[in-house]
């Protein structure tokens, strides 16, 4: 079973960028699928981007132009780029596999504020 470890949160400024990491214990090349969810506090974990092997991406059009999903199934890595962040973006964010199911990592906190 593929655990996931995320990295990379902390505070930051209302415009500033973050990479979040997450580093895979074993290979990612079999997980067609993988994304990153967030959760704030009093809400509902939602997914925000997802990449396939092929590189197909997707986004919640609450971040779409400012993250960027992507993989390097080398070094069996999921990167979340985000740019321009703002409050709202404060939240934990998950790394996640799909393997008939969701499973996810135990999250990094991101928190936007002035």
């Known amino acids: 079973q593929v655990q996931l470890v995320e990295s990379g949160g902390g505070l930051v400024q209302p415009g500033e960028s973050l990479r979040l990491s997450c580093a895979a214990s074993?290979?990612?090349?079999?997980?067609?699928?993988m994304g990153w969810f967030r959760q704030a506090p009093g809400k509902q974990r939602e997914l925000i981007a997802s990449v396939t092997n092929g590189g197909n991406t997707v986004y919640a059009d609450s971040v779409k132009g400012r993250f960027t999903i992507s993989r390097d199934n080398f070094k069996n890595t999921l990167y979340l780029q985000m740019n321009s962040l703002k409050p709202e973006d404060t939240a934990v964010y998950y790394c996640?596999?799909?393997?008939?199911?969701?499973?996810w990592g135990q999250g990094t906190q991101v928190t936007v504020s002035s």
């Open positions: 996640a596999k799909f393997t008939r199911v969701w499973s």
């Open positions: 074993g290979s990612i090349f079999r997980i067609n699928v």
